[in-house]
């Protein structure tokens, strides 16, 4: 897998799918794990599910086999790759946090980070922007 390929796949037009059957569904095939392998995130506000692959894997190919698959067809559920990208919001940040702690976090390879080129806190959301020198911080 190429180091500007993402690890996850989104899956739009979930909402005649239930979790537990998306998850099973994604096993079935990848011939992979929830939990072990890969690991599935819901955001039902928007009808949308990421899964993130932990076991290296093809996500080319995945995608592929997802739009043939006669299940997901069915519930009209669609597969594409996740966007690589530099930043992230971190949520529930609290409002007495600089911008230097998070940095110090976020640049953490133990935290799965890398190095942090800017931070911007909104104190109101009680959240922050982390800005990654590259792509591969932001896992």
């Known amino acids: 897998k190429s180091a500007e390929t993402s690890p996850s796949v989104v ?3 979930i909402q005649g799918c239930s979790p537990k059957r998306l998850s099973t569904l994604l096993e079935s095939i990848s011939g992979l794990a929830v939990d ?3 690991t ?3 955001i039902p506000g928007i009808n949308v599910a990421v899964a993130t692959f932990i076991t290296s894997i093809d996500t080319e190919e995945f995608v592929k086999k ?5 299940r997901l067809k069915e519930f009209k559920v669609t597969a594409r790759h996740l966007e690589l990208t530099r930043s ?3 949520e529930n940040v609290p ?3 600089s ?3 998070i940095s110090v976090y976020f640049e953490s390879a133990q935290n799965g980070g890398g190095p942090v080129s800017d931070v911007q806190l ?8 982390i800005t990654f020198c590259n792509c591969k911080g932001n896992t």
């Open 66 to 70: 997802c739009s043939q698959n006669k």
């Open 40 to 42: 599935v995130e819901v």
């Open 95 to 97: 409002a007495s946090v």
């Open 122 to 129: 909104f104190p109101e959301e009680n959240s922050a922007i």
């Open 11 to 13: 899956f739009e037009n």
């Open 88 to 90: 992230i919001k971190a």
């Open 99 to 101: 911008t230097d702690s």
């Open 36 to 38: 072990d392998d890969f």
